[in-house]
């Protein structure tokens, strides 16, 4: 079992920021892959920011300089610092690990549960 504990969406106004965070626990050995996806009303989920364990980032276009990806690997932790927020951003935001199962060695995916951003014109 694995939980994923997401934390910091919530409301701001445009051109503010916020800070997301997915703290991974549970029956991980190694976690490869960590990232974010995002759902609007009405539209496809879509990725967002995707890091590696060695700290290799890919972002979505609509996102470049003004996300940014991090993780902590001894907490197995990871943040999304978004900056510079318009509405356009405002979606459910959805942590994903791509993570190696603890007994068997088996690799995983895991969503979180989402936490929702909304940005305000």
């Known amino acids: 079992q694995v939980q994923l504990v997401e934390s910091g969406g919530g409301l701001v106004q445009a051109g503010g920021s916020l800070r997301l965070s997915c703290a991974a626990s549970?029956?991980?050995?190694?976690?490869?892959?960590m990232g974010w996806y995002r759902q609007a009303p009405g539209k496809q989920r879509e990725l967002v920011a995707i890091?590696?364990?060695?700290?290799?980032?890919t972002y979505a276009d609509s996102v470049k300089g003004r996300f940014t990806i991090s993780r902590d690997n001894a907490k197995n932790t990871m943040y999304l610092q978004m900056n510079s927020l318009n509405p356009e951003d405002t979606a459910v935001y959805c942590c994903?690990?791509?993570?190696?199962?603890?007994?068997?060695?088996?690799?995983?995916?895991?969503w979180g549960q989402g936490t929702q951003v909304t940005v305000s014109s």
């Open positions: 549970g029956s991980i050995y190694r976690i490869d892959n």
């Open positions: 994903y690990v791509q993570y190696m199962e603890l007994v068997m060695r088996w690799s995983r995916d895991y």
């Open positions: 890091i590696s364990s060695g700290g290799s980032t």
